[in-house]
């Protein structure tokens, strides 16, 4: 009799072997599907590839063992994993009835008596009279032989000969088999494997009810461990912290991890029922919550975000980096490392921060092993790779023999070092207002007011009520400082103090009234701001130095952005000298800025000090001395001479020092593919230098000097065809970025410039066609970077160069809201961790991956996570 062979469900296997069970064939009595041969067996040999066994077509001469997917020929030789051995014992054992077979009978054995199976060995005659089935003998078709299952399953390590005959040979003396079937269904290893098999295939009807438990359960924890992470985003991206002093369930502030996830518990059933199993069993569940799964979190976050960054960063195949130091709120030297690189997939320019480091010593040597050990930890090969260099202009970054960018270069001499340009501007401003005694003057003045009123409660509360009082429809200011090492802050402290000037005024006489007549100290300091304020000298110094400020604090921003190039900044810097040049040298400037100054004093209802005219001192001539010094007596002129001229002048004079155009070898080169140089060879090929391209080919050496120049005259020449498809922005810079709408109509106006008004308009609308990085998108976007390679790679290479080293500063901005006062005992990879997450929030993160991240942090994590 043949034993029904139904489908399997409810069974966990291998996906390669469930799928050749699944597939089904037509055949004659009871049997579905072709089984697959799971290795190669002994005496038959059986397709490896699954598919063609299947698709073949059962006919009279088929092969008898394709018609039973439970042949044992199929797996006596093979190691069985737990799922196959779960679905052979569902199969059952193979029991053909002669009618089954192709031939309608069991093959004949010519060489004994007894010469074929008998079908009625299948059953089992018992004491009582009664049959029953012997579940445990399966015949094989294929090999006319017939196999113990249970012993087959479970005993085929044992290499003994009367055990082997039943479990990979296969029983086929036909003479005495009655005989010898029923002495092996009585041997003890045959009992222990069939209670074995019993066993296992009662317990069988439990095991898809686990298998689906667990699987509800890995989905539930997964859907927690999302939700976590969009609350750890969220603190993160907004610097807040996670922990509170007391956690306890008990606690009304539990701190900001635990009270928002008990605000989104309630609509979230995954998150309630988490809550509810932790409070109710304790340590006895895996908790997801716990102070250390949220520095694991953190971790995974940062590790998932750190692997998008260096995947961009390998396609791309080049990189430049800036690297700066400073102390955090536990005087700590933390280093920050961003690396510049253009996407691959985009074209867009990025600045991301690949690490912060903290470096007890800031040498030289020590910042190098320290890059070095980042470079080794994120797997990029910086010296074939990195073409460019940032940093401040201090002796242990900048050094010409010892500092970190010469051994940089010991090692890779195309990483171009290029001195941050918001420094070397920064220097320019820190020196212009040193420029003489007004300028010091002044500027000390408006730190030593700054101190007077903004450190008092009560003045500044009194400040801001007479803000109210003469500025109604204004927005409220605060006093700035000067003294920090914030760019622009020279700017910002003056302008507060000009557009609020009558409130401070009356702040100052109303804290005389109050305080004056009882603190001598408190008076006296008042006297003296009221007597400098009150003064020409105050009014004229500032707007000279307003004038000056509207030329480089556009510029310090600009400088400050991401998406600017080399070549941009240079000729807006150089834009920025003809500016300061013209202040300089135009007779109208100063009239100008008097006619401003007194501007302001009529408008005011304050009586101003009027500069004082000096006595001439006598110097006694010598007896052969004939001419006389023609000393100057009008004091408008000698302030002209005195503090206009000499603030100009350190101004263009720090711009020309610091602000050299040959500083880099390879600007000459660059300058190339400007897209006025490139409308000048298109027109003119011969215009083009015959040494242009050597410095920047013999820097980069995967640049060929030959294929660049014949690569660069094809482009100007179809440049006018190409240049259809180029659309620039109306701006370069977003007003983010600016923070003012109109602070770079202040660079190009005519306020700061002596431009007329036709040049003025040709160089507001050219502004963005300078910048490389719209050529480079132009080759990007449309496909060209494998018609033009060396071109392509050239002007890649331009656009990667870093401008300055403002993320860094930025980075460390981020730090300082992360790690305060109150979080000063954060550990280095959990504040590392945040401070990533918090700079790159512009990545998009893969949730499913962050958990797979997340779940390897520990054994616990994988049962609970991972199928």
């Known amino acids: 009799m043949f034993t029904d062979i139904n489908e399997v469900d409810q069974v966990s296997v291998d996906n390669s072997f469930e799928n050749v069970l699944s597939s089904s064939v037509s055949t004659q009595a009871s049997t579905h599907d072709i089984s697959p041969g799971i290795n190669e067996v002994d005496q038959v040999s059986v397709d490896n590839s699954f598919d063609n066994v299947l698709s073949s077509s059962v006919s009279a001469e088929t092969s008898p063992g394709n018609l039973f997917k439970n042949d044992p020929v199929h797996f006596i030789n093979s190691k069985l994993t737990p799922e196959e051995i779960n679905l052979i014992i569902q199969l059952g054992p193979c029991q053909p009835c002669s009618d089954d077979l192709p031939q309608k009978h069991f093959p004949f054995d010519k060489t004994s008596r007894h010469g074929h199976f008998n079908e009625q060995w299948y059953s089992r005659l018992l004491p009582d009279g009664s049959r029953v089935i012997r579940d445990w003998l399966s015949y094989s078709p294929t090999l006319d032989t017939v196999f113990c299952l249970p012993c087959m399953l479970f005993t085929g390590h044992n290499k003994h000969k009367a055990v082997t005959t039943w479990t990979k040979v296969g029983y086929s003396t036909w003479q005495n088999g009655r005989q010898n079937i029923m002495l092996h269904e009585i041997s003890n290893i045959h009992v222990n494997a069939s209670i074995t098999l019993k066993t296992k295939k009662n317990s069988m009807p439990i095991i898809p009810a686990l298998e689906s438990s667990r699987k509800t359960n890995v989905a539930l924890n997964r859907q927690i461990v999302f939700e976590l ?127 912060l480091k903290e470096s007890p010593v800031t040498t030289g040597e020590s910042l190098f092993n320290l890059f070095e050990l980042v470079m080794d930890r994120e797997g990029l090969d910086w010296k074939n790779e990195l073409v460019g260099q940032s940093y401040d202009g201090a002796s242990n970054m900048s050094g010409e023999y010892k500092g970190l960018q010469a051994r940089i270069n010991v090692e890779n001499n ?123 000298r105050f009014v004229l110094t500032a707007y000279t130095f307003k004038k000056i400020f509207t030329v480089l604090s556009p510029l310090s921003k600009i400088m400050q952005s991401v998406d600017i190039d080399l070549l941009t900044v240079t000729n807006i810097v150089e834009t920025s000298k003809h500016d300061l040049n013209f202040l300089r040298d135009d007779d109208n400037t100063f009239d100008n800025l008097y006619e401003q100054a007194q501007s302001f004093i009529d408008k005011s209802d304050y009586e101003f000090e009027v500069l004082k005219t000096t006595r001439i001192k006598k110097v006694p001539r010598k007896h052969d001395e004939k001419c006389t010094d023609e000393r100057i007596q009008d004091p408008i002129q000698l302030f002209k001479i005195n503090t206009v001229l000499p603030a100009l002048d350190h101004v263009n004079n720090e711009m020309n020092k610091r602000f050299n155009p040959d500083h880099i070898g390879i600007l000459k080169d660059i300058s190339l593919f400007s897209l006025k140089r490139i409308e000048e060879i298109m027109k003119k090929p011969i215009l083009l230098p015959i040494d242009s391209f050597v410095k920047l080919c013999n820097t980069y050496k995967i640049l060929d000097i030959n294929c660049l120049r014949t690569e660069y005259l094809q482009f100007t020449s179809r440049f006018p065809e190409i240049k259809k498809t180029l659309v620039l922005p109306a701006k370069l810079h977003t007003e983010t970025e600016l923070n003012k709408s109109d602070d770079e109509e202040f660079l190009f106006s005519d306020a700061s410039s002596g431009m007329d008004d036709n040049d003025n308009k040709t160089l507001k609308e050219n502004k963005n066609s300078k910048s490389l990085i719209y050529i480079f998108n132009l080759l990007h976007s449309t496909g060209l970077d494998s018609v033009f390679p060396h071109l392509y790679s050239a002007i890649k290479i331009a656009v990667t160069l870093p401008v300055s080293s403002c993320s860094t500063e930025r980075s460390f901005s981020k730090m300082k809201l992360v790690k305060t006062r109150l979080r000063s005992s954060t550990s280095e990879d959990r504040l590392e961790g945040l401070v990533k997450i918090s700079c790159e929030n512009d990545i998009v993160i893969d949730k499913d991956l962050v958990v797979d991240i997340f779940a390897q942090k520990s054994s616990v994590l994988i049962k609970s996570l991972i199928l």
């Open 229 to 355: 992470i969009d609350i750890t985003l969220y603190l993160a991206r907004h610097n807040l912290s996670f922990r509170g002093h007391r956690e306890g369930w008990e606690e009304k502030n539990k701190g900001n991890f635990k009270d928002i996830l008990l605000l989104m518990a309630p609509n979230s059933y995954a998150l309630s029922s988490h809550i509810n199993s932790i409070k109710s069993q304790g340590k006895h569940v895996c908790s997801f919550i716990s102070w250390e799964r949220q520095n694991q979190l953190i971790s995974s976050i940062s590790e998932f975000i750190g692997s998008t960054i260096r995947s961009d960063i390998k396609r791309s195949r080049m990189f430049s980096i800036s690297i700066d130091s400073t102390f955090d709120a536990a005087r700590k030297e933390q280093v920050s490392f961003i690396i510049r690189y253009v996407s691959h997939s985009s074209g867009n320019i990025f600045e991301r921060l690949l690490a």
């Open 414 to 536: 195309s990483a171009i070092f290029v001195w941050c340009h918001a420094h070397r501007l920064n220097l320019v401003m820190a020196n212009a207002v040193s420029s003489s005694l007004d300028a010091v003057d002044l500027f000390g003045n408006l730190e030593s007011i700054y101190s007077f009123i903004w450190c008092s409660k009560k003045r500044a509360a009194l400040f801001r009520e007479f803000q109210d009082k003469h500025y109604p429809n204004m927005q409220k200011k605060s006093m700035k400082r000067v003294a920090t090492t914030r760019w622009g802050s020279h700017d910002a402290a003056l302008e507060t103090v000009l557009q609020k000037f009558d409130a401070i005024l009356e702040t100052l006489e109303e804290t005389r009234k109050n305080e004056g007549s009882g603190d001598v100290k408190v008076g006296s300091t008042i006297a003296g701001f009221m007597k400098y304020f009150l003064s020409y």
